[in-house]
Each structure stands twice: as C-alpha cells, then as structure tokens.
C-alpha cells in the first residue's frame, strides 16, 4: 500500500478525507461537519483505507466513536485504537448545538409566524453588520409535492423522498410509498455560508437496504430564490442537462445580510466533503436490460418475417407481401405526379 485515507459515517452520512502517501505517522488535518439528531442513534464508524499504485483498495482499520457520550460545547481530543491492525488516530469532536438547520411541518413553519419572521429580519439587519460575520442568512425551502415521475418499480409505482443539499448541510423528507405524485409539505431551515451556493433538490426511490434509485434533480442558485413564491421545477437527469420524467413543486425564502454576504464572496468557498456514493442500481439495469430484449426480439421477428417472404415458405404470404409493397411504390408514383 502506498496511500491512505479515512472514510467517517454517521447514519447515512458519509465523509471521506484527502488521500496521502502512506507513512507511520500520517497527519490529514481536516475538517468534516455532521448533522446530529440527540433522539437518534449516534455511532460515528471511522475506517482507515490503504491503496496501491494499481488503485487496489483495502482496509486496514476500524473505530467507532459513541456521539450521545461526548460532552456539549468543547473539543474532545480522542485517542482511538484501531482494530485489525496496530496504531491509533487521533481526532478532535465538537458537539455544537445548531438552531440553522431544522426540519418542520408545514403548520409549524418558522418564516410563517409574523413575530418570528420579524426577529430573523431584525437578527440579519443592516445594523448588526458587523455582528457574528460568519451568520450571513437562513434559507426556508418548502417541499411541497412532485408530480408525475418516473415508476421505478416493477409494480409501476415508486417510494420517493428528496434529498436536500446546500454546501454540505444535508437534510431529507420522509419516503412517501406506492406513490408517483407524492405530498411531502414538510419545511426545512438552512444557515446560509455563502450567498452564491447553490440548492440542489434531489429525488430517490427507497430501495430498501440497497442504494436509492435517481428520480430527478434540480439545482437552484440562491441569488435567483424569489421570495415566498411557490415554483415548479421541471426534474433533470444527474447532470443537470436534460429534462427528466416529472416535477417537483418548492417554495423557498431567502433573509440574509447584503454586507456579510458580500465580505463572504472574498474568502475561499467551503469545501465540499459529502461524496456520492451511490451505485448503480439493480432494479433499474434489469428494466433496462428487459427494455432491450423487447426490442431486440421485435427486430428479429421483422428479420425473420422478410427472410421468408424472400425464402417463398409460405406462397401465399409472399404473394400479399409483395403485392402490398408494389401497391404502396405505385401510390408513392402517383402522389409525385400530382405534385
């Protein structure tokens, strides 16, 4: 082996660190964020991966690390042994409450409250400009249904749910089942790092324990957000370039401070640390595999029926044939004449 590099999950989150050349005492020094629900299972599973010149991977160790165990509002510096092999790694954990992100019902929609509203307008006002620079704004985005998309399972129906992304805060609604014009109506409350991101709304198919299906994705640049408009977004394939099957409805807010915001644009952006992961999907390439069959027997069969209306195997069914393609070129003659 001559690189390593750390893989960090915690639930369906997944992080994974720059790769570097294998030594006895490899410093990565980076930094990776999770999002933490306190009434959830809190077990961050950290592996450490070798891979040599021929890009053949294998792992040379795991930790785990309990988050409900850490103590709130101060760096934890752990020392963790690694299973399967020797040595440890040594890592620094803040638990940070964070009142940015949030997921919510419709009835409960924080920006809908007048009292409240006018307390996150205050909070972003041009008077406190120079207060908490790193606090540009908050985006409200409300997922509000889709409508007509693509039956991803053989049953002709679909299990989608949304996956929300901006920069790499991560939040997504609840799967609705059997359903090709789900009803989410669930609202969900970012912090804003950088006004020029870019609000990336993807919709999956629940395929049980294995890797969701891609139903469609729409990416939305802050800056063009009209506030409190309810939209309809037309679905595209993953790399945003043609339209795919289906719609999803959005309706987003957007407060934040024009000074903060614009001191932001001068500093580096966030690194993005979340990878895709996902794999390709089974239950798709195996439609897509019965979609060709379909095809390629219809050729054959047209193939086979020329052959032997050429071959005379049946007298009669040549003869029709080919009196059928006589009468068609002598209509196609007619019509020239006309013209």
């Given at each position: 082996?001559?690189?390593?590099?750390?893989?960090?999950?915690?639930?369906?989150?997944?992080?994974?660190?720059?790769?570097?050349?294998?030594?006895?005492?490899?410093?990565?020094?980076?930094?990776?964020?999770?999002?933490?629900?306190?009434?959830?299972?809190?077990?961050?599973?950290?592996?450490?991966?070798?891979?040599?010149?021929?890009?053949?991977?294998?792992?040379?160790?795991?930790?785990?690390?309990?988050?409900?165990?850490?103590?709130?509002?101060?760096?934890?510096?752990?020392?963790?042994?690694?299973?399967s092999?020797?040595?440890?790694?040594?890592?620094?954990?803040?638990?940070?409450?964070?009142?940015?992100?949030?997921?919510s019902?419709?009835?409960?929609?924080?920006?809908?409250?007048?009292?409240?509203?006018?307390?996150i307008?205050?909070?972003?006002?041009?008077?406190?400009s120079?207060?908490?620079?790193?606090?540009i704004?908050?985006l409200?985005?409300?997922?509000?249904?889709?409508?007509?998309?693509?039956?991803?399972?053989?049953?002709?129906?679909?299990?989608?749910?949304?996956?929300?992304e901006?920069?790499?805060?991560?939040?997504?609604?609840?799967?609705?089942?059997k359903?090709?014009?789900?009803?989410?109506?669930?609202?969900?409350?970012?912090?804003?790092?950088?006004?020029?991101?870019?609000?990336?709304?993807?919709?999956?198919?629940?395929?049980?324990?294995?890797?969701?299906?891609?139903?469609?994705?729409?990416?939305?640049p802050?800056?063009?957000?009209?506030?409190?408009?309810?939209?309809?977004?037309?679905?595209?394939?993953?790399?945003?370039?043609?339209a795919f099957?289906?719609?999803?409805?959005?309706e987003m807010?957007?407060?934040?401070?024009?000074?903060?915001a614009?001191?932001r644009?001068?500093?580096?952006?966030?690194?993005?640390?979340?990878?895709?992961?996902?794999k390709?999907?089974?239950?798709?390439?195996?439609?897509?595999?019965?979609?060709?069959?379909?095809?390629?027997?219809?050729?054959?069969?047209?193939?086979?029926?020329?052959k032997?209306?050429?071959?005379?195997?049946?007298?009669?069914?040549?003869?029709?044939?080919?009196?059928?393609?006589?009468?068609?070129?002598?209509?196609?003659?007619?019509?020239?004449?006309?013209?």
């Amino acid at each position: 082996m001559t690189e390593m590099f750390v893989q960090l999950k915690l639930g369906d989150q997944r992080c994974k660190s720059k790769t570097l050349c294998k030594s006895a005492n490899p410093q990565w020094r980076e930094q990776f964020d999770f999002h933490y629900f306190s009434d959830r299972m809190g077990i961050l599973d950290i592996e450490v991966w070798g891979k040599d010149s021929r890009k053949h991977e294998e792992r040379l160790g795991t930790c785990k690390v309990d988050i409900a165990a850490l103590p709130l509002k101060q760096a934890n510096r752990l020392e963790l042994p690694l299973e399967s092999c020797l040595g440890a790694l040594l890592m620094l954990i803040t638990l940070t409450p964070c009142a940015g992100v949030s997921v919510s019902d419709l009835c409960v929609c924080p920006l809908a409250d007048p009292c409240e509203r006018k307390q996150i307008a205050q909070r972003y006002c041009l008077q406190n400009s120079l207060k908490d620079m790193k606090d540009i704004g908050i985006l409200q985005v409300k997922v509000l249904k889709a409508v007509d998309l693509l039956a991803a399972d053989f049953s002709g129906k679909s299990d989608p749910f949304c996956l929300l992304e901006l920069g790499n805060d991560r939040l997504q609604t609840h799967t609705i089942y059997k359903n090709l014009n789900p009803e989410w109506n669930k609202v969900f409350t970012f912090p804003i790092k950088d006004i020029h991101d870019v609000l990336e709304v993807t919709v999956f198919d629940e395929d049980g324990d294995k890797p969701p299906d891609f139903l469609g994705k729409v990416a939305i640049p802050l800056l063009s957000i009209r506030d409190g408009q309810p939209n309809c977004y037309v679905l595209k394939n993953k790399d945003l370039e043609q339209a795919f099957k289906g719609a999803i409805y959005l309706e987003m807010d957007l407060i934040y401070n024009p000074v903060k915001a614009s001191i932001r644009t001068f500093t580096p952006r966030e690194k993005r640390f979340v990878e895709d992961t996902r794999k390709l999907s089974k239950k798709i390439l195996s439609r897509d595999i019965d979609r060709v069959k379909r095809i390629t027997m219809a050729m054959w069969n047209t193939i086979q029926f020329l052959k032997s209306c050429f071959q005379w195997e049946s007298t009669l069914r040549s003869a029709v044939a080919f009196v059928s393609i006589g009468s068609s070129g002598d209509l196609g003659q007619r019509k020239e004449g006309l013209l």
